[in-house]
């Protein structure tokens, strides 16, 4: 549908920092209580306060910065003025033309390098509830209330350059990003409860002209489906447009639930923010020692784990599944502990995604998948261990041979396994002539044998291993 | 005595109640304050149960502090928990904060007793305490005239004798021009050696808490209890308070005290007003004859003619006095008023009818504002956003705020281009002495009265004003003294020396003749 | 400006404060006279860096206590009247 056009997008990104406090103040960052109980007078904006920054929301937001492969740069605070009623003074403070981190790119997984332009910090605001209109939207409201709970939430706007080439690549930059800040501890970024949102500022081009259209900026981005489908949307609109000899006018547009955008009416007073310098707070210069304490503070990115696990035999798509799940760094540490890479992986592919496979400790992994290999477990009693192992993480709890010996899963002596195939063999000598004739199939009945000799507790694969080994003597 | 110090010494000692001290102050203000219109708002209730407390510890063998019982006034811009703080503005008329400002709380930890809060011009915008939504002070020298602003309030209830101690805020000279024509000590101190949580904002970059006193101890005394670092103040200092009562002791002899050309004539105008004065002897000092720099219009002979004398005093003393050119200063003004409102425009947002203060109702959230903003604020509130609005404004920043800011630069070179050959600046604080009311309604008028005060407050750096004897029609004049950042101590020994060489200044005369006399 | 700042005028008002701005401005232009090509603009009076507090909760102020002082508040919020002009 795009054929002969281009799709051209820049996303800016808001995530809600992971500190216990907020940006300027002493106000616990939380959410879920009561409304205006987790403010200060800073958040409330009384006449008097004033901010003081939190050093933990500058080191988180240059930990995403390095990990964006950002410059980090001396920065200094704006005033952003402009009126509303959930802005307590009036005013965002913000970065502006001094961002603490500039010029970075993002490879995304199978598509391309995205740029960065820029990720600054700046104060989230309250929130307001509409009364009386439909749904709590503005239309129809006969009133309005506010919480300043959110105020002075720490913030971190990334902002990509418009490198981004279509919806898919869009969604899957969001995915990446939020690897990253999750690996780095500076978010949960959750699209779907607002901790992280997305803006997709969109335009099109007649396809390989490189110029640069009227975009549309669209908000109310909550998951990455309707990042997806608000960038089609919008892309066929603006085609459309061209198509018809008209085109777009540059404004902010809405998501909405019946699956277009909406152009939000415009502010009855022009856009006249008049930035200045903050002056209740000093610039912010971190020296080159604090950013490599952060830098070395670090943990392994999303990317160079995912690398890893390919070389131990991990596929991409397992990598990015074990990536996904925060289990990179134990999978990657039971391997190294002498695990079976292969075990490993195939465990946190299939097997791990259970609450509590994060507080996994890798020695503890490590030697389950030994105690497998060497066939002291068969492999559905190592996923039965796993499960007691992940409801007991972290700490001694979790240990595999313990939780194996209270299950009752003793391991089959091999002179005792020996011994029962053998017997099944020679109980079965018709079964036999046809497995020695290629007759693979039938070897279920020596297994099944041995397991009802054993009452299941018999490893299968072993059986399996033991059966290949007579016939080819 | 009624100075801190002796209140202070004597309650501490046991030898005066603090209640009975605290009376005393509110017998005056009860009988006067009708008159002058220093408080917008008097505490006694509170003022008592806290001087019984502060007897109840001298009682009990606990030390008070260095302020035990001393009455303190504190300017209505300064925040105090569950008491009314105004900024003389109907936009905040009865708003009670929930918190006490850090210097509220310094003061009160050291045995201050809060006796009230002062009048002051609407959010400190102004020089003359007439632009207070609840009626102007009178300054207690003459009824007819203005204390000077927009501390007013505080400075006439030290003048009166209402309080022994008051604290201002100085943003454009809003501490020491008022002290001048009150004829008291004003400091302003260097930005970020005081706290400024909990001043309600006027310009952020310029506004310093500062204290008013009948004498240079006194202010050193209260000076040490207000500074320090806050840690809830990002602009607030990290450096050690030095012992600024150990500094009025000093001599003053070695020390480099430079005239300010441009803001100090030559005196040669001095046979128009009336002849030679007395203390001549520095005049004839060549380095104070070299004179550089062109004198700013507007600063009266007098006043002039009091610096001079002060500075010759201080020769005698044995300082080295000469002049000395801040070219600056001439654009300071300029600067000033571009970027204090631009600064206000932006402090003053918040007062939109949400969350405190002042609301008018209207259809909808941005009706609400407008019509709350313009019922709530006063004309001089209402031009200064107007202003500052317009110097922040897209097309206009860069030849507005960005050049101001780059004078403000300027002014910070030429000052360290001074203190490089001085050690502490001298000329007049105001320009004037006492002026009437109405007399300066034009507002280049009105703003003229900080020329001197300024440019202190573009580069910092703290200044003071000390009494030195008086100019046109008997009214007080007062002496600037400039020092470099954090050189308080330096410019309280010649503040000191200057003060020792002072003529007598007579109290207020309706002072005078009430309970005991202020001073 | 008065839009900007939210401040309701007459057309009265409007004339006033214009002359007034007018007034001001004027004396700015004693400034364009100045060469201030090298001289960088001077934000703050002393010259701090990275001052910075501790990630450590304190304890926030009483709601009551902020809710007394509000013009209107319902159900521990602030009340305002609607919010016109953003949304669609
Ligand atoms: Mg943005
Ligand atoms: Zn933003």
């Not at chain 1, 277009?260 to 007073?269: N, V």
């Not at chain 2, 009975?20 to 505490?43: M, P, Q």
């Not at chain 2, 403000?408 to 070179?413: E, I, Q």
Request: hydrophobic content about 40%; charged content about 20%.
């Amino acid at each position: 549908m795009t054929a002969g056009w281009d799709v051209v997008v820049g996303l800016e990104v808001h995530v809600e920092l992971a500190t216990d406090t907020k940006l300027f103040s002493a106000a616990p960052s939380r959410f879920g209580d009561e409304p205006n109980t987790n403010v200060t007078p800073v958040c409330l904006g009384l006449p008097g306060s004033l901010p003081v920054l939190n050093r933990r929301a500058v080191e988180l937001a240059m930990a995403v910065g390095l990990a964006l492969n950002c410059e980090i740069r001396p920065s200094v605070f704006h005033r952003k003025n402009y009126f509303y009623p959930d802005m307590p003074k009036d005013y965002q403070v913000s970065q502006y033309d001094q961002p603490i981190c500039a010029d970075g790119w993002l490879d995304v997984p199978g598509e391309g390098r995205v740029g960065i332009e820029r990720a600054h910090l700046e104060e989230d605001a309250g929130k307001t509830t509409h009364l009386g209109g439909a749904d709590g939207r503005i239309h129809g409201a006969v009133g309005a209330l506010v919480d300043y709970n959110r105020a002075g939430t720490p913030l971190l706007e990334i902002v990509s350059r418009p490198d981004i080439g279509s919806a898919a690549e869009a969604s899957a930059y969001v995915e990446e990003l939020r690897e990253i800040l999750l690996a780095v501890g500076a978010s949960d970024a959750r699209l779907e409860e607002g901790s992280m949102r997305v803006d997709a500022n969109i335009s099109v081009r007649p396809a390989g002209s490189g110029e640069l259209r009227t975009r549309c900026e669209v908000k109310n981005l909550n998951s990455l489906r309707s990042l997806r489908n608000a960038i089609d949307y919008e892309a066929q609109r603006h085609i459309g447009l061209y198509e018809a000899g008209e085109a777009p006018v540059q404004e902010t547009r809405h998501w909405s639930t019946d699956g277009r955008t909406h152009s939000l009416r415009s502010k009855e007073e022009a856009d006249d923010y008049r930035y200045f310098p903050e002056p209740d707070l000093v610039p912010l210069e971190p020296d080159p020692d604090w950013i490599e304490r952060v830098r070395a503070a670090m943990p392994e990115l999303p990317a160079a784990l995912r690398e890893r696990l390919c070389a131990h035999g991990a596929d991409a798509a397992d990598a990015q599944v074990i990536a996904s799940r925060g289990l990179a760094a134990l999978v990657l540490g039971a391997v190294a502990a002498g695990a079976d890479a292969h075990r490993t992986v195939t465990h946190a592919v299939q097997n791990l995604a259970l609450d509590g496979a994060e507080l996994l400790e890798a020695a503890q992994l490590a030697s389950l998948v030994q105690m497998e290999t060497s066939d002291q477990l068969t492999a559905t009693q190592a996923k039965a261990v796993l499960t007691h192992m992940c409801e007991r993480a972290p700490g001694a709890a979790a240990d595999p041979s313990a939780i194996a010996a209270e299950l009752g899963y003793e391991a089959m002596d091999s002179g005792e396994l020996e011994a029962l195939v053998d017997q099944a063999i020679a109980d079965n000598p018709e079964a036999w002539a046809k497995f020695c004739a290629g007759e693979a199939k039938v070897a279920g009945v020596f297994v099944g044998a041995v397991m009802k000799a054993t009452r299941g507790q018999a490893d299968g694969q072993a059986v399996t291993r033991l059966l290949a080994q007579r016939r080819d003597a | 005595m009624n100075t801190a110090h002796a209140i202070a010494s004597d309650v501490r000692a046991g030898t005066r109640r603090a209640t009975d001290v605290l009376e005393d102050f509110l017998g005056r203000i009860e009988a006067h304050d009708g008159d002058v219109h220093a408080f917008n708002t008097v505490t006694a209730d509170q003022a008592r149960a806290a001087a019984a407390s502060i007897d109840a510890a001298v009682d009990g063998g606990r030390d008070p502090g260095p302020l035990a019982g001393v009455p303190v006034a504190f300017k209505d811009n300064l925040c105090t928990r569950g008491v009314a703080t105004t900024c003389s503005s109907r936009m905040l008329e009865g708003w009670q904060p929930p918190y006490d400002a850090t210097v509220v709380q310094a003061m009160t930890a050291a045995g201050a007793v809060m006796i009230g809060k002062t009048n002051l011009d609407e959010f400190a915008m102004g020089s003359s305490t007439e632009h207070s939504a609840f009626g102007p002070t009178r300054n207690p020298y003459d009824f007819a005239r203005v204390p000077g602003g927009s501390s007013g309030g505080s400075a006439a209830a030290v003048a009166a004798g209402f309080a022994p101690l008051a604290l201002g805020s100085d943003t454009g000279g809003s501490i020491r021009q008022p002290a001048s024509l009150c004829g008291i000590v004003g400091i302003k101190p260097t930005y970020g050696r005081v706290s400024r949580y909990g001043l309600v904002a006027f310009a952020s970059s310029f506004d310093q808490i500062g204290p008013f006193a009948t004498d240079v101890a006194d202010a050193a005394l209260a000076l040490g209890v207000i500074s320090g670092h806050d840690p809830a103040d990002s602009t607030s200092i990290p450096a050690a308070v030095p012992d600024f009562e150990a500094a009025l002791g000093r001599g003053v002899e070695g020390l480099r005290v430079g005239v300010v050309s441009e803001l100090t004539g030559s005196g040669r105008n001095r046979a128009a007003n009336g002849g030679p004065v007395q203390g001549d002897t520095a005049l004839g000092n060549a380095a104070l004859e070299d004179a550089a720099g062109e004198v700013l219009d507007g600063i009266d002979a007098d006043v002039t003619e009091r610096v001079l004398e002060a500075a010759g005093a201080l020769a005698d003393a044995g300082a080295i006095v000469g002049r000395v050119s801040v070219p600056a200063v001439t654009y300071g003004l300029t600067a000033y008023y571009l970027i204090a409102p631009a600064e206000a425009s932006s402090n003053l947002a918040r007062y939109d009818g949400t969350r405190y203060g002042l609301r008018i109702e209207g259809a909808d959230v941005e009706e609400m504002n407008r019509l709350t903003r313009r019922a709530g604020f006063g004309d001089e509130v209402k031009a200064r956003i107007m202003l500052g609005t317009f110097a922040l404004s897209a097309g206009y920043y860069d030849a507005y705020y960005g050049k101001a800011q780059r004078v403000r630069m300027l002014t910070r070179r030429d000052f360290d281009a001074a203190y490089a050959d001085y050690d502490v600046l001298l000329s007049p604080t105001s320009p004037c002495v006492a002026f009437r009311f109405g007399e300066r309604a034009d507002p280049m008028t009105m703003y003229r009265c900080d020329t001197c005060t300024i440019p202190s407050n573009l580069s910092g750096d703290p200044a003071m004003s000390v009494p030195f004897g008086t100019g046109a029609e008997g009214l007080p004049v007062g002496v600037q003294i400039m020092a470099p950042a954090l050189g308080e101590e330096a410019m309280l020994t010649v503040a000191a020396a200057i003060e020792r060489a002072a003529p007598e200044l007579a109290a207020p005369r309706f002072a005078e003749s009430s309970t005991g006399g202020a001073a | 400006m008065a839009r900007l700042a939210r401040i309701e005028l007459t057309p009265d008002e409007i004339e006033h404060y214009t002359g007034h701005l007018g007034r001001v401005l004027s004396h700015a232009r004693e400034l364009e006279d100045l060469d201030l090509a090298d001289v960088p603009p001077l934000a703050h009076p002393y010259p701090l860096r990275n001052v910075f507090r501790d990630d450590v909760a304190g304890s926030p102020v009483d709601r009551d206590e902020v809710l007394s002082q509000a013009p209107a508040a319902a159900g521990g919020q602030f009340e305002v009247p609607p919010v016109l002009g953003e949304e669609a």
